[in-house]
């Protein structure tokens, strides 16, 4: 029978690689990443000091090139579809970007497939540079932190239920379906509520508006 210390042997010989898509992961759309990450931190496969800093890193320059990337958009291509697409998506998940941009920027992070978008639309807009960087760096050490404790705890749980690599690898698979499920149905959560949110707005001022003009 195959334990899971085969998946630790392979994980350990293949450690700088673990660590060079750990890094690229991060720039591009990390949940499934860094949950693997937390995995291979419980087996003992990487370390933890490695790990966040190349975690870090990468989170600040996904955060660098995507402001960067909106920003030759607005000056190159102000009127490209890709822009019109991303636009549209902001003004439907994230209504009040411009008035909050720092709670929007935020709540992007937790959002499946939304923050890469914020983070292009803050460099188009040319948002406070200052406010851009403050909603990255507290949204990514918390989202950081959930992460990879989340695939800790995968780790923990499925090696508590077996050792054998097999099953082992097949329940973390299923832990990693229900998160993704998971992320999808507060999305959806998140969307009915911000449409009936808006909406509600929406009434509110149109009832002011009326109300002004009938008095005036």
Same mark, same amino acid.
């Given at each position: 029978?195959?334990?899971v210390?085969?998946?630790?042997?392979? !994980?350990?010989?293949?450690?700088?690689?673990?660590?060079?898509?750990?890094?690229?992961?991060?720039?591009?759309?990390?949940?499934?990443?860094?949950?693997? !990450?937390?995995?291979?931190?419980?087996?003992?496969?990487?370390?933890?000091i490695p790990?966040?800093?190349? !975690?870090?890193?990468?989170?600040?320059?996904?955060?660098?090139?995507?402001?960067?990337?909106?920003?030759?958009?607005q000056?190159?291509?102000?009127?490209?579809?890709?822009?019109?697409?991303?636009?549209?998506?902001?003004?439907? $998940?994230?209504?009040?970007?411009?008035?909050?941009?720092?709670?929007?920027?935020?709540?992007?992070?937790?959002?499946?497939?939304?923050?890469?978008?914020?983070?292009?639309f803050?460099?188009?807009?040319?948002?406070?540079?200052?406010?851009?960087?403050k909603?990255?760096?507290?949204?990514?050490?918390?989202?950081?932190?959930?992460?990879?404790?989340?695939?800790?705890?995968?780790?923990?749980?499925?090696?508590?239920?077996?050792?054998?690599?097999?099953?082992?690898?097949?329940?973390?698979?299923?832990?990693? $379906?229900?998160?993704?499920?998971?992320?999808?149905?507060?999305?959806?959560?998140?969307?009915?509520?911000?449409? $009936?949110?808006?909406?509600?707005?929406?009434?509110?001022?149109?009832?002011?508006?009326?109300?002004?003009?009938?008095? !005036?």
């Open positions: 029978m195959q334990t210390d085969l998946l630790l042997d392979f !994980a350990l010989f293949h450690q700088s690689f673990a660590y060079i898509i750990l890094f690229l992961g991060m720039i591009f759309e990390g949940e499934i990443v860094l949950l693997f !990450a937390g995995i291979l931190l419980h087996l003992g496969a990487i370390n933890l790990t966040i800093i190349l !975690a870090s890193v990468g989170l600040v320059s996904k955060s660098f090139i995507a402001y960067n990337l909106g920003s030759f958009i000056r190159k291509f102000p009127n490209s579809r890709f822009l019109k697409y991303i636009n549209k998506k902001i003004d439907y $998940f994230l209504p009040d970007f411009q008035e909050k941009p720092f709670w929007s920027i935020f709540i992007s992070k937790f959002l499946v497939g939304l923050n890469n978008f914020a983070l292009i803050s460099g188009y807009l040319k948002l406070k540079f200052r406010t851009y960087i909603a990255e760096v507290f949204s990514n050490i918390l989202w950081l932190s959930l992460i990879l404790s989340l695939g800790y705890f995968f780790s923990y749980t499925a090696i508590s239920i077996t050792k054998e690599a097999k099953k082992f690898i097949i329940i973390v698979i299923l832990f990693i $379906f229900s998160f993704i499920i998971l992320e999808k149905i507060v999305a959806f959560i998140y969307e009915i509520f911000e449409e $009936f949110y808006c909406k509600h707005i929406r009434n509110s001022k149109d009832s002011k508006s009326s109300k002004s003009s009938q008095n !005036a």
